[in-house]
């Protein structure tokens, strides 16, 4: 199956507030920036990834991941993270809705395109699936079916929110790259140690974190 997935992005100014104590305000957009391209290029390459919609108003985040490969769809509802997603997931259900559709987070640096598409496979068996972060509170990616909604419904503490929904929680082994997103210096070390991407490695040696 191919998927269409729908990746959110903050305006790189504002996002990852909570790596400030790791990268200062000079150094973090553009570490947030080679996250995003770390996962969009992984995405991309997956063979389960049809193709991807990065959700953002951000203008030259918008230039590089386009010049990637990625569709750029502005945040025009402007309102957070579900509402950047569900406008997302309806503007690429116009172009191609009997798609399967999932929304991937956009901080996953160490992103393997051979465990995203395991995921996405053993998503396609539900008409909602959704995969737990690293710290088990958190969701990083949330499937639906051609026919169903994503009903994104992230922020702290999604997981249990996701399950409520109905969404049914995928328990895959050895699926850690498309689990460890980045919220903190210590989720980037987690990152770091499982191997990133060429863009993360390069900002994180600027930042001289050892680890690689
Ligand atoms: N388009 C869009 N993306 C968003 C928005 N809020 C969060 N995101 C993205 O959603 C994903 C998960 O968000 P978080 O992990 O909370 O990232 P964040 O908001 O940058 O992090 P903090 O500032 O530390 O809370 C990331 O890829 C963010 O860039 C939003 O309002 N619009
Ligand atoms: C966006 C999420 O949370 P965090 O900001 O902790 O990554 C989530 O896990 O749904």
Redesign the pocket.
């Known amino acids: 199956m191919q998927w269409t997935l729908v ?4 305006p790189l100014a ?6 400030s104590d790791t990268a200062g305000d000079a150094v973090r957009p553009g570490l947030v920036l080679a996250f995003a391209q770390d996962t969009v290029a992984a995405a991309l390459s997956c063979p389960a990834v049809r193709d991807v919609a990065v ?3 951000d203008g030259l985040a918008g230039r590089e991941l386009g010049a990637l490969g990625a569709r750029i769809v502005p ?1 025009a509802p402007g309102a ?2 579900n509402a ?1 997603l569900a406008h997302g997931e309806a503007v690429v259900r116009t172009l191609r809705s009997r798609r399967p559709v999932a929304a991937l ?3 996953l640096p160490a992103l393997r395109p051979a465990e995203l598409a395991r995921v996405l496979d053993a998503a396609a068996e539900f008409p909602r699936a959704f995969l737990a972060d690293a710290a088990a509170m958190g969701t990083t990616l949330l499937a639906a079916a051609p026919g169903a909604e994503l009903l994104p419904a ?2 702290t503490a999604s997981r249990t929110r996701h399950r409520a929904s109905g969404a049914v929680e995928l328990a895959l082994d050895a699926v850690d790259s498309v689990r460890q ?1 980045v ?1 903190t210096g210590e989720d980037l070390r987690a990152a770091l140690a499982l191997g990133v991407g060429p863009r993360t490695a390069a900002a994180a040696a600027r930042l001289l974190m050892p680890g690689q």
């Open positions: 990746v959110p992005l903050k504002h996002a990852k507030s909570r790596l959700v953002t108003d945040d957070g993270l950047a987070n956009a901080d992230f922020g997103d919220d």
